[in-house]
């Protein structure tokens, strides 16, 4: 992980190919399984692959209620490369006062017969940054990107 100023950054290499990736990231079903940490429940509410399009996830902890997790707006689509959303607006663009601000560019490239998996994650000020990184975002991140990897191992 680095910080610079109001980013923060992850990558891991993923042992699957790109396109494996990137169905386990679009495909509901698969999103669903690595999305948040276990032993932490990911419900998929909206998640319309298109700029604009609407990006909504609930969590449940210990069998709970499904309570808010993620709402958004992708900003980006470049299929099987690139992800870009943000938590600053909702679906069709409408702004939105979310718990945290972030914009994510989420990015995939070959790497052999891998894939290496990258998230830039931008804030709208330091401040901002230090927090999502003092309530742990390289253990969060990093743990989803490991569930990720794990999950495509099974679907490649």
């Given at each position: 992980m680095t910080i610079d100023n109001s980013?923060?950054?992850?990558?891991?290499?993923?042992?699957?190919p790109r396109s494996v990736v990137w169905s386990a990231w679009t495909r509901k079903e698969h999103f669903e399984k690595w999305w948040?940490?276990?032993?932490?429940k990911c419900k998929v509410i909206k998640m319309d692959m298109k700029p604009g399009g609407g990006f909504e996830t609930l969590m449940s902890e210990n069998g709970g209620e499904f309570k808010p997790h993620v709402e958004g707006c992708f900003l980006e689509i470049v299929?099987?490369?690139?992800?870009?959303?943000?938590t600053v607006?909702?679906?069709?663009?409408k702004p939105f006062d979310p718990w945290l601000a972030l914009t994510a560019i989420v990015t995939m490239e070959d790497k052999g017969d891998a894939t290496k998996y990258s998230a830039r994650v931008l804030h709208k000020n330091p401040e901002d940054s230090r927090k999502h990184r003092d309530m742990g975002f390289e253990?969060?991140?990093?743990?989803?990107?490991?569930?990720?990897?794990?999950?495509?191992?099974?679907l490649a």
């Open positions: 980013e923060l950054t992850i990558s891991r290499i993923i042992q699957a948040i940490p276990e032993p932490i299929p099987e490369t690139r992800i870009v959303f943000t607006l909702t679906e069709n663009w253990e969060g991140w990093g743990t989803t990107i490991d569930q990720l990897g794990k999950l495509v191992a099974t």
